[in-house]
């Protein structure tokens, strides 16, 4: 069975990069999401969002890519955020203590401006 | 030895005196005098068998009975037959009709003759002994036929349907036919009852002693109400009869379907295994095997099976089977299979795959085997407003590749529709299937295309049970240490690692077994209840 692969864009909102997941996020995604990666932080930003609203799976090779891209965000102090999560992801990112590490958000809206995001920027 | 002494003793005759080689005269039936025996620890055996041609009989000494005996017969020349340094037989020769003694040519003669006859003769003993061998064989087959025979005859031609039960059995017999037997008897008041037995001793005889004690046992349990009865009087009359060194051991009980009460009586059989919610464990009751001694008692006992529980009746032949390095099978593992394995007949298809594991490809069955279960129904489980039968929902095979186990959560989602579990229940089991199966696909087949992954979903006493098995035969590789987080964000740990700590998070219960190549995860969920967490 094929996997789709994620098809990960980076976009500025606010002057905040938000890094838009979709599809499956698994081992298929990891070339694109350490791509988007190197984009949202090429010019040092101080958080990143990761907006998970257009993905559907999740597994736990997915996981050990986000604690992957949380890693070198501490390295960097860089603040990651996070929107978009289904109810069961959102337990999930709990249950790892992903939450612990970087901060869920109910909506874009919230991600952003509490990345230090402002609409005049 | 004794073969050549037989060999000799066949071939070798009294020569009559008037007769000499020089008459050539063909020798009439009536001619043919009594062989002359000679026993095998005879000299005269050993000095003909290192003889280098016709031995002068007269001129003979030995302290031999046999040659005493050929002197007072009669004979003057002893010409030993000798095929492949086997002495196979003697031509013995009277005085010639000539009252000459026999010359040089003669004796030369005679060795050439003796040269080209022993081994044709060699030829017509083993033709002679290969036809008597075949015949006992065919005799041993036959009779190993007609042991078949009279076990298959009276065993039941079908099982009784019992609403609210499931009644299956198992009989194999060992080539060399042994003496198992089950039966089901109906008795008054809807009541069944449910023997197994094994003869000692096999083949024919086995087999009439088991025919014997079953219809004495059928006739017994219409008249007798109480186990412990029935066995009395079924021994009073086995005993008399019995032939020496034979025995039979059984296990009689009685079921009342409508309450599960089972009431049985051992004679010195197997104990049976019960299955309930807390696990696996035998029945116990005191008694003799029939037919050994009479005036036996036999301690009768009850139990209650309930909704849910299985029984299995047995035979030495399942606990009694070696696997090649003399292991056997034993009763710790046949209990443990009956605490882990569903009842009813899966339970005798997941025992005979486990026997099949333990004794290796192409061993010979050693004993039969018999094997009766007996399963209350659960019912059904409860599931909002409806009910959803109980037992298996779904079995399929997931091909071991890359993002295959999006095909097993799928299957799965489809096979649990009608359970109709809360979305975050169903996310849950979703998630622990998908890791499951990747681990599966990756540690246990290895990713190769003809070690599919198998998924059976299962429903019963309030779980829905989905078991996962590779071929891979061992525990889950890789992710036996407990992922830290902070670990791993510091570089200590390596990113990956989560698979079985998702899994025992997402269900209620994960049971790991290993046995014979196969390697199951059980994945248990709930129906109700649990922990929900956002629901």
Redesign the interface.
Known sequence: ???SEAPVEVRLRDGVPVIDLAG?V???AEEALDSAWAQATADAPEAVVLNFAGTG?I???G???I??L??KA?ASGIEMRAFGL???Y???FE????A??LAINPDEESAVRGAGGSADA | MTGLSRTVRRRLRRAPTEESLATSAPATPADEAPPIDIAPNDPLLAYLQSASGAVDVEALELDSAALVELKAAGVKLAVPLVSQGELIGVLNLGPRLSEQEYSSDDRKLLDNLAAQAAPALRVGQLVREQQAEAATRQRFEQELEVAKLIQQNFLPKQLPELSGWQVAAYYRPAREVGGDFYDVIPLPDGQIGFVVGDVTDKGVPAALVMAATRSVLRASAQRLVEPGEVLERVNEHLCPDMPEKMFVTCLYGVLTPETGHFRFANAGHDLPYVKTASGSEELRARGMPLGLMPGMPYEEKETVLAPGDSLLLHSDGVVEAHDPDGNMFSFPRLKQCVADYPGGGELIDRVLDDLHAHTGPGAEQEDDITMVTLQRSHGAAHVGNGSVPEGLLGEFDVPSAEGNERLAIERVSEAVAPLALTEARLNRLKTAVGEATMNAMEHGSEYRADRPVKVRVLVGDGLVRVQISDLGGGPSGGEREAPDLEAKLEGLQRPRGWGLFLIESMVDEVRESSDGGRHTLELALRLNGGHDGDE
């Open positions: 069975m094929a996997t499956d698994n081992r298929s799976y597994n736990s090779t996981i050990a890519l604690v992957g949380l890693a501490r289904s109810p069961h959102r337990e999930i249950i790892t203590r992903l612990d590490f």
